[in-house]
């Protein structure tokens, strides 16, 4: 038979699944493994800080401190973290006399 260029696949539709690899099937597996853990330690790289708090994360490793003030997204870097209201204000009128 002559080449003509054009692919035939014998069997029907199921053959024209590539064969298993099962260095792809592994790698694949291994990526949703560790997909899987980042969501799971997603909350332990970044923490949300609202703007009535104050926060300090301590560093895993080192044992550093960090205060933030400032609301927003901050670094937590699976370090430890404490939250703490901040204290109200309140101007009083002073008294004479």
């Known amino acids: 038979m002559p080449d003509t260029g054009i692919t035939t696949y014998i069997g029907g ?56 003030t400032n609301p927003g997204l901050k670094w937590q870097g699976f370090g430890k973290v404490t939250k703490y209201p901040k204290n109200k204000v309140e101007a009083h009128a002073g008294r004479s006399g």
């Open 13 to 68: 539709a199921g053959s024209m699944l590539p064969q298993l690899n099962w260095r792809r099937i592994f790698l694949a597996g291994l990526a949703f493994v560790i997909l899987l853990a980042v969501l799971a330690l997603s909350g332990e790289i970044f923490v949300h800080l609202d703007a009535d708090q104050i926060m300090v994360i301590q560093a895993p490793f080192s044992g550093q401190l960090t205060w933030h």
